[in-house]
């Protein structure tokens, strides 16, 4: 069973810095990509930062520059990936979203965690 556990988050001030980490276990068939998504209120969740295998790293605009997507021990066990945000803006304020799709195209999700950006 596929399970992604995420830590980190919680308030800052503008032009602070947080960081995410999401540990995932019980994977089958190897890594495919991670990455994180935020969900703002009445928003639809969008893509913050990915990374794949080949270490292909993909970032919204609006975080290009501050945001840092990393990976450990991506072997298809025991992956960790890790969002480190600086220069934070009260418009990162949202609930982030681990995700994790493997080899055969599922797709998993954390239980999100909330940052909180105050001016």
């Known amino acids: 069973q596929v399970q992604l556990v995420e830590s980190g988050g919680g308030l800052v001030q503008a032009g602070e810095s947080l960081s995410l980490s999401c540990k995932v276990s019980?994977?089958?068939?190897?890594?495919?990509?991670m990455g994180w998504y935020r969900q703002a209120p009445g928003e639809q969740r969008e893509l913050v930062a990915a990374?794949?295998?080949?270490?292909?790293?993909?970032?919204?605009d609006s975080v290009k520059g501050r945001f840092t997507v990393s990976t450990m021990s991506i072997d298809g066990a025991g992956n960790t990936v890790r969002l480190q945000m600086n220069s934070l803006k009260p418009e990162d304020t949202a609930v982030y979203f681990c995700?994790?799709?493997?080899?055969?195209?599922?797709?998993?999700w954390g239980q999100g965690s909330q940052v909180t950006v105050s001016s």
């Open positions: 995700r994790y799709e493997d080899n055969a195209d599922f797709v998993y």
């Open positions: 019980g994977t089958r068939f190897g890594t495919k990509s």
């Open positions: 990374i794949s295998l080949s270490g292909i790293r993909d970032y919204a």
